[in-house]
């Protein structure tokens, strides 16, 4: 199935830093965090996009209007949550790398969660698929693996993993 095929690519991109998450425990409980986040946020844009879809407010003459507006959302709510769980994170394993770092997927994730909940059911509306029934599979995956790969991805190379 596609949920299984998608499962196993966030993992796949997990193994790929399994030497980082031995060194610095820390990621492995923050990882859940990134996604999860990236995941509500993908959740909500992609639900109002495909509510949008069927009642006709959206479509290809306003689109990008929508985009770059969801896009700027997606910014906004990556600095503002990246800020918060940063400093929650830093003072919870008292590191403020691991803060920093936090902070710096959770506006990637965002950005990339606000443009996957618009993009992904407006490519599926023009290829005549239904975005209603086959959004959320693609969104997850796109918001589990960016999350992943920017936080893991962020952690080796400041901590010169590897």
């Known amino acids: 199935s596609n949920s299984a095929m998608t499962a196993i690519l966030a993992a796949s991109v997990i193994a790929l830093f399994d ?3 031995q060194q610095i425990v ?3 409980v923050l990882m ?3 996604a999860g986040m990236g995941g509500n ?3 909500q844009t992609m639900t109002v996009t495909v509510r949008a879809l069927a009642t ?5 003459h306003n689109a990008w209007r929508v985009v770059r507006r969801e896009a700027g959302v997606g910014l906004l709510n990556g600095l503002i949550f990246g800020v918060l769980i940063g400093v929650c994170a830093g003072l919870w394993f008292q590191d403020t790398s691991i803060g920093g770092l936090i902070a710096s997927a959770m506006l990637i994730n965002m950005m990339a969660a606000a443009l996957a909940g618009i993009l992904i059911p407006l ?12 959004s959320a599979v693609f969104v997850t995956t796109v918001t ?3 999350g992943f790969f920017s936080f893991l991805g962020l952690a080796t190379w400041w901590f010169a993993i590897g």
């Open 19 to 21: 030497a980082t998450i």
């Open 26 to 28: 820390a990621l492995a």
């Open 32 to 34: 859940p965090i990134v």
């Open 41 to 43: 946020a993908a959740s």
């Open 56 to 60: 006709r407010n959206l479509d290809i």
């Open 123 to 134: 490519l599926l509306d023009k290829i005549g698929a239904d975005p209603a029934v086959s």
């Open 144 to 146: 589990d693996v960016t």
